[in-house]
């Protein structure tokens, strides 16, 4: 196994990005799921056949529109763009399915177009900016990439097993594009302010 720093040119997006080749597949564990991620993967992701998402149960705060570090992004004002292009992409390319409480660790297991598992990285990471080591994160998260056929081969079994252990639910996969279309749904500039002024 080989130890991502997630910082500099050791981050979880430098090891992703070339092999988000069209035709190839993605699992996805992760504790956050923010629109600033997607936003900088999302030609990459747009490629895939298709994406399975293990989420945390429906209780938890999937942090969409990211954390004090995502303040630049967030000042951008794609938001709605962003969340909608979002929505889209789960409805066409995704599976989602949540866990039953918290999701303590995330995974990526890229696989080619027969579902064979070439790369996976595990540990303190996230679909999100500081998962991907895109803003400044914990420098004592430990993430680890595979190095071997054996390792990942061993680490993607860890996610086939933990994804058939979780029922199919649709609600789980509707939900996430409710709340995601409730973003990008238009307000009218008057509520807008309103609510400004109240919080």
């Known amino acids: 196994m080989k130890l991502i720093r997630n910082t500099g040119a050791d981050r979880v997006i430098d090891l992703l990005r070339p092999q988000l080749t069209p035709g190839r597949q993605l699992d996805v564990v992760t504790p956050a799921f923010s629109l600033f991620a997607f936003s900088e993967m999302r030609r990459e992701v747009d490629a895939l056949v298709g994406c399975r998402l293990l989420l945390p149960s429906a209780s938890a705060e999937l942090a969409l529109l990211g954390s004090d570090a995502d303040r630049a992004s967030?000042?951008?004002?794609?938001?709605?763009?962003?969340?909608?292009?979002?929505?889209?992409?789960?409805?066409?390319?995704?599976?989602?399915?949540?866990?039953?409480?918290?999701v303590p660790q995330g995974a990526f297991v890229l696989r080619d177009g027969e579902t064979r598992p070439?790369?996976?990285?595990?540990?303190?990471?996230?679909?999100?900016?500081?998962?991907?080591?895109?803003?400044?994160?914990?420098?004592?998260?430990?993430?680890?990439?595979?190095?071997?056929?054996?390792?990942?081969?061993?680490?993607?079994?860890?996610?086939?097993?933990?994804?058939?252990?979780?029922?199919?639910?649709?609600?789980?996969?509707?939900?996430?594009?409710?709340?995601?279309?409730?973003?990008?749904?238009h307000r009218d500039p008057f509520l807008v302010y309103t609510l400004i002024l109240h919080h």
Not at 88 to 102: D, F, I, M, S, Y
Not at 138 to 163: G, K, R
Request: proline letters at 3%.
């Open 74 to 102: 967030r000042n951008r004002l794609q938001t709605r763009w962003l969340a909608s292009r979002l929505s889209q992409w789960l409805e066409n390319k995704t599976e989602v399915r949540r866990a039953l409480g918290v």
């Open 118 to 185: 070439l790369q996976v990285l595990l540990g303190s990471l996230a679909f999100s900016t500081d998962g991907l080591g895109l803003t400044p994160g914990n420098p004592l998260n430990l993430i680890q990439a595979s190095e071997t056929p054996e390792e990942v081969q061993l680490l993607s079994q860890w996610f086939d097993v933990q994804w058939a252990s979780l029922a199919a639910d649709a609600d789980a996969k509707a939900t996430l594009i409710g709340d995601l279309q409730s973003l990008a749904a």
